[in-house]
């Protein structure tokens, strides 16, 4: 796969060679740019980074999440070629080459809320199948790419996005808590400590999001929750500054006496807070 601009990178400028701090990724994020422009043709609008690399705090086990927009939606021969590219991707050497997962949403679709329900082709990390799902296709996920979304090359993601209201992500958060809260609290191994830190970290997050009406990083939700005294009850620190401090040391998943248990309760706390809020109001929603 080149990673050299070729004479058709022109019209869409230069490709950002340093979109994260790990070379080997950004080699690998330059060339699925190229190859997928390639595939695409005019139809290429830009290629885009969402996901933990855009709200902060990602880190060497993280994934990495992209979208790729279109003019028009995919023809037969593109949808191929893409199929042809993601099969490959995985078989690379490297550990970042199982780590993409994105879509290829048509621009129209991709632009407003109202393009919801629409299933984009889209790839999970370190999958080869290439399915037409809407998971990547949400409120949270055009928030992100407006907000915070990194360009690799086309125009900045803020003139593709319309602006998702916080009311509107609220309220997408609220639907995950309810629906997620009691399966985070029954999530096997939770006497590990990685999966307490992605327990926590997912729910000090939504709570975060229910608060604020944004999207931000993992340790940024923890710290926020140790220092917002009126809206987290302060019970919960003791967890909380553990799972800080063990986010120093990822690889460390010794079982930790007891917190199982309290990691358990917050999930259920989490989800207890997100059906005690009241919804937004209308005015607040979807433009």
Do not use: K
Not at 15 to 30: G, H, V
Not at 43 to 51: Q, T, W
């Amino acid at each position: 796969m080149s990673v050299h601009p070729s004479p058709h990178s022109q019209p869409w400028g230069p490709i950002n060679s340093a979109p994260t701090p790990y070379p080997e990724l950004n080699f690998l994020l330059t060339g699925l740019t190229q190859r997928a422009r390639a595939i695409l043709g005019s139809a290429f609008v830009g290629a885009y980074l969402h996901g933990a690399f855009a709200v902060g705090g990602a880190e060497c086990s993280s994934g990495c999440d992209f979208l790729i927009p279109t003019r028009a939606p995919l023809t037969p021969a593109q949808e191929a070629g893409l199929r042809g590219l993601h099969t490959q991707l995985p078989t690379r050497p490297g550990r970042w080459s199982t780590a993409l997962a994105g879509a290829y949403p048509a621009l129209a679709q991709l632009r407003s809320l109202d393009g919801m329900g629409h299933p984009w082709l889209s790839v999970e990390r370190g999958h080869r199948q290439m399915d037409w799902t809407t998971t990547t296709n949400t409120e949270v996920v055009r928030w992100i790419l407006r907000e915070r979304g990194i360009t690799l090359v086309g125009p900045d993601p803020a003139t593709l996005v319309e602006p998702v209201p916080g009311a509107v992500v609220q309220q997408a958060m609220r639907r995950l808590l309810a629906g997620a809260g009691e399966h985070l609290a029954q999530r096997g191994g939770l006497e590990t400590a990685g999966a307490q830190r992605y327990v926590v970290t997912t729910c000090a997050r939504m709570l975060h999001t229910l608060a604020t009406g944004q999207i931000t990083s993992a340790s940024q939700a923890l710290r926020w929750a140790l220092e917002s005294l009126e809206s987290l009850d302060s019970r919960w620190h003791p967890l909380i500054t553990q799972v800080l401090a063990e986010r120093a040391h990822p690889g460390d998943d010794r079982p930790r006496a007891g917190s199982a248990a309290a990691t358990a309760e917050f999930a259920r706390y989490a989800q207890q807070v997100a059906a005690e809020v009241p919804p937004p109001d209308p005015e607040d929603g979807r433009p």
